[in-house]
């Protein structure tokens, strides 16, 4: 069965500092993807992330930084010199290639909180 | 380019009621997925429509139900309103439905529902 474990429920950092976020997924298929959302407090789910099970490359985007490691089937999100508009709460989530519909399974989320 | 929309923002219904819930799609995309999102909790998947047919169901009793117009636009339906539907209800929109492969999936706002 499909899952994804976020087992940092909050973090709390200060401006500048430098944050990871964990995400262990769950899958008995060797196709799928990952994804990373966040959702600020207007609620909208912002795309931030997605990455296919082939492709190991660790990815820079800015600031944001993702580790996939299918070793230890996690996919972790690095924020560098956090700002306060980083303040959200942050989903990792799993898809698997190879069924009918292509439903995203979430995690609980963990919720990050950027002070000044 | 236009982005998800949902309407109404908010809702509140009677246990026992029946809610139509609605989203237009972002331009050029045929697929629509409905997420339900408890208060503190990861979105869960409803169902998705891609071509105006189910496509995908996740573990939701068949009180919910869904259509999808030509137009790719989606009404999330639900009878005999109970107390736990309480929840926001995201809509997400992406392209290359028919295809076993998850394209990234773009939320509205949601419709916040209370049951009271």
């Given at each position: 069965a499909q899952k994804?474990?976020?087992?940092?429920?909050?973090?709390?950092?200060?401006?500048?500092e430098d944050v990871t976020l964990d995400c262990v997924y769950e899958t008995r298929d060797t196709t799928y993807y990952l994804f990373w959302y966040k959702q600020p407090p207007s609620g909208e789910l912002v795309f931030l992330?997605?990455?296919?099970?082939?492709?190991?490359?660790?990815?820079?985007?800015?600031?944001?930084?993702?580790?996939?490691?299918?070793s230890t089937?996690?996919?972790?999100?690095?924020?560098?010199?956090?700002?306060?508009?980083?303040?959200?709460?942050?989903?990792?989530?799993?898809?698997?290639?190879?069924?009918?519909?292509?439903?995203?399974?979430?995690?609980?989320?963990?919720?990050?909180?950027?002070?000044? | 380019e236009t982005g998800v929309t949902q309407s109404p923002t908010h809702l509140i219904k009677t246990r026992g009621q029946q809610v139509t819930l609605r989203c237009s799609s972002q331009s050029g995309h045929n697929t629509v997925s409905w997420y339900q999102q408890a208060?503190?909790?990861?979105?869960?998947?409803?169902?998705?429509?891609?071509?105006?047919e189910e496509n995908g169901r996740g573990n939701f009793p068949p009180r919910f139900s869904g259509l999808q117009f030509p137009?790719?636009?989606?009404?999330?339906?639900?009878?005999a309103l109970e107390l736990d539907d309480s929840a926001l209800y995201l809509c997400a929109s992406s392209s290359g439905g028919g295809l076993a492969?998850?394209?990234?999936?773009?939320?509205?706002p949601g419709t916040r529902l209370t049951v009271t």
């Open positions: 994804v474990t976020q087992a940092q429920t909050e973090i709390s950092v200060v401006e500048k992330i997605r990455r296919n099970s082939f492709d190991e490359q660790n990815e820079i985007s800015g600031r944001y930084s993702w580790n996939f490691q299918k089937s996690s996919f972790n999100f690095t924020i560098t010199a956090s700002q306060v508009v980083d303040s959200a709460v942050y989903f990792c989530a799993l898809s698997e290639g190879n069924q009918a519909g292509t439903a995203l399974i979430f995690g609980k989320g963990t919720t990050l909180s950027v002070s000044s | 208060l503190g909790q990861g979105p869960q998947f409803i169902f998705q429509y891609y071509r105006e137009n790719y636009s989606s009404e999330l339906n639900v009878n492969v998850p394209y990234e999936q773009y939320f509205g």
